[in-house]
């Protein structure tokens, strides 16, 4: 039972492990749009479906508006989003992508096959470890 609790016997230290090189790789390709991990994936989301309030972007991205409303302050002052306070309802800010905003996919557009090839998997390989994280964060969701 003792061989349980070696290091390398770990999910959580692999995962950890796992975590730090993929990171590591997006930091420096990410570098080139001047987007840190979390505004790429915000940006990714708005890309998906453009003009959504920050609650449904912090659902979508598993982010608290505590998280999320600095991160947005962050791209809105880069000019790739701004946003407003529903007319409906002042409790509500929705954001839209602005012209700059869109115009950053595209050069966005490279970075999945670049984290790809820096990872030194097919396709195949990164479908199946996606499809394991979100079996694991969906059973940890019905926990």
């Not at 061989?3 to 930091?27: A, N, W």
């Not at 984290?115 to 969906?138: C, G, H, R, S, T």
Request: with cysteine; charged share 30%.
């Amino acid at each position: 039972m003792d061989d349980l609790l070696k290091l390398d016997k770990q999910l959580c230290f692999s995962v950890y492990v796992l975590h730090r090189e993929i990171m590591q790789r997006y930091r420096a390709i990410l570098e080139e749009i001047d987007l840190t991990y979390p505004q790429y994936i915000t940006m990714m989301a708005l890309w998906e479906n453009d003009e959504q309030t920050v609650n449904q972007l912090g659902g979508k991205l598993y982010l608290d508006n505590g998280t999320l409303t600095p991160l947005l302050k962050r791209l809105e002052s880069k000019s790739l989003l701004t946003r407003t306070r529903s007319k409906e309802d002042e409790r509500v800010v929705k954001i839209k992508l602005t012209e700059q905003g869109t115009v950053l996919k595209e050069k966005a557009s490279c970075i999945p096959m670049q984290i790809f090839e820096a990872l030194k998997l097919d396709y195949a390989d990164m479908a199946q470890l996606k499809a394991l994280a979100e079996k694991v964060v969906k059973n940890a969701g019905e926990s």
